[in-house]
Structure formats: structure tokens, C-alpha cells
């Protein structure tokens, strides 16, 4: 469970984001949407400690972040940056590697067996001895998120709180990944499948996902609950039919913007214009 009172960020006398509250306390596919400068990185950064709120206080399991120490916060969250840059030569094994270093079984069966699972899965096996600052900015995005992936990746069901839980029903604790534009670079096919696993991970109870966006039909297709953010503020949070109207987007973003069907019955957002352009065509061709 993570909840947010209050929390706000202020920089050189400039209020970045606005006093917000925040709360999930289940598994949930959360997208944080908004235009360029709407505050959408600098609230997922304050949820996942890598900021620290100017104001208000964050929450994890109850227990406010200042007392977590990062061995341990680290094994229930991961966040995975906008940029990719690694100061050094590692390669791809090695940074994915990296994500086990706080595992006390860090050389163990299960690591291995986990690293392999992930390295099949998001189809990095040609990658893994290629040094991680020659790859593609796509390339370097998978790596990332499999190195995140792997970081949450456990082998018993530990309480967050350690021992003294004699006497109470454990409930397995909610892992959170975060993701801050995590499609830059990616072509059609990897943007898919990057969503598919996040959406499974959220699917096989495994976590929650948070992730920033900025692509409102990718949004519609994968999101449970949707924070729609401008100018610092969280104007509205709900699932995707309380907050994906036209009308709201519209405000938001500032352009007309209008949900179409498709003739299977799915639903998607197009700019206005392109239904009157295409009117337009049609007539002049008459």
C-alpha cells in the first residue's frame, strides 16, 4: 500500500506540483497522462523516493519512506528513468545482473533462473555480452526494464516489516514498478509488448504499475485507473471511463480531440480535424 497527504514539490521558489493525495492499496495498472510540463515525472519521482517532497508526507505499508532504509524499499519498488545512461563499460548481463546485488542469494538457482525467464521473455539473449552504452536507445529501454523486472523478482514472501509477525495473517505485500516514459525509443512492436508484461504483471497479482505516458489510446487500451495532470495539478483520478472523456482531454490538451468505434467495436481518440479533413477530401473528389 503506498498513500501520498499533501505531498507537493517546489523548486527556486517555482511550485513544480501542487498538494496531492494519493492512494493504492491493491494490484492496479495505474497511468499518470497529462501534457508536457504537467508535473506527470516529478510525481511519479516523489512516489518512488527519488525525490523528496517539499510538503506532505509518503507512505509504504504505513511506514513513512524517510524510515525506510534503501535495501530494503528496494526490493519492493522499482523505478525505471526516462534517460539510460550507465557511466561505464558494463554489459547487458552485467546491468541486468546489477538488479540482484541487494538478494542475500545473489549467486543462487533461483537468480539464475529468474534471469533467464526475463532475458527470453523481452528478447535479450543476443544482447547479453554487447556493452550496454553501444545498444539502441529501444535496446537500452528493454535492458532497463528488465533490469527493474528483476530487481522485484523474489523468492519468499516476506513482510516488509521483517520479523514479528507471530500471531497475524501475513498478507503478501504489493510490489510497485514504476515507470517514467518508459516507450521512448521503442518501435510499434516492443511499445506492445513492453505493455503487454506490465499489464501481466499487474494480472498475476505479481504488483502494481505505475507508469507516465503520453500516448491516450496505448492509455485506454492497457490503464485500470488513469491521474490526469496539468500545470501541477491532478485534476481528476479514475478509471478510464470517469476520466478518457473527449471533453476533458480536450480542455486539458488543448485540442479538439474526439473517441471514435471502430467497426470491431473498439474505441480510440482522433483530433477532430482529421474526421473534417477527410470529409473534405471526399467531397472535392466528388
Known amino acids: 500500500m503506498i498513500e501520498a497527504k499533501d505531498i507537493a514539490f517546489t523548486v527556486k521558489g517555482k511550485q513544480i506540483l501542487k498538494p496531492v493525495d494519493f492512494i493504492t492499496d491493491r494490484e492496479e495498472f495505474i497511468v ?13 519521482k516523489l512516489l518512488s523516493n527519488g525525490l523528496q517532497p517539499s510538503s506532505g508526507v509518503i507512505s509504504y505499508y504505513g511506514k513513512e519512506l524517510k524510515d525506510w532504509t534503501l535495501d530494503n524499499l528496494s526490493k519492493y519498488r522499482a523505478y525505471m528513468h526516462q534517460e539510460s545512461m550507465i557511466a561505464s563499460n558494463f554489459t547487458v548481463r552485467e546491468v541486468l545482473e546489477m538488479a540482484r546485488y541487494r538478494y542475500p542469494e545473489t549467486r543462487s538457482l533461483f537468480n539464475k533462473m529468474v534471469l533467464e525467464k526475463i532475458v527470453k521473455e523481452l528478447n535479450l539473449e543476443a544482447l547479453l555480452d554487447v556493452e550496454f552504452n553501444f545498444l539502441s536507445g529501444g535496446e537500452k529501454q528493454r535492458v532497463q526494464f528488465g533490469r527493474v523486472l528483476l530487481q522485484l523478482e523474489s523468492e519468499d514472501k516476506a513482510s516488509p516489516f521483517g520479523g514479528g509477525m507471530r500471531g497475524r495473517i501475513e498478507i503478501q505485500p504489493i510490489k510497485y514498478l514504476f515507470l517514467d516514459e518508459p516507450l521512448n525509443n521503442l518501435d510499434v ?36 485507473r488513469v491521474l490526469l495532470m496539468q500545470n501541477g495539478n491532478v ?45 473534405d477530401n471526399t467531397m472535392n473528389n466528388k
Request: with cysteine; charged share 20%.
Open 235 to 279: 485534476i481528476m483520478d479514475g478509471t478510464i471511463e470517469e476520466v478518457m472523456l473527449p471533453e476533458l482531454l480536450s480542455q486539458t490538451y488543448q485540442i479538439e480531440l474526439e473517441q471514435i468505434q471502430s467497426l470491431d467495436g473498439e474505441l480510440f481518440y482522433r483530433h477532430t480535424s482529421y474526421s473534417s479533413n477527410l470529409l
Open 189 to 224: 512492436r516492443y511499445q506492445i509488448e513492453l505493455l503487454k508484461y506490465a499489464r501481466k504483471f499487474v494480472d498475476d497479482k505479481r504488483g502494481s504499475v505505475i507508469v507516465v505516458m503520453h500516448d491516450i489510446n496505448l492509455c485506454y487500451q492497457y490503464a485500470d
Open 32 to 44: 499518470i497522462l497529462g501534457p508536457n510540463g504537467a508535473g506527470k515525472s516529478t510525481l511519479v
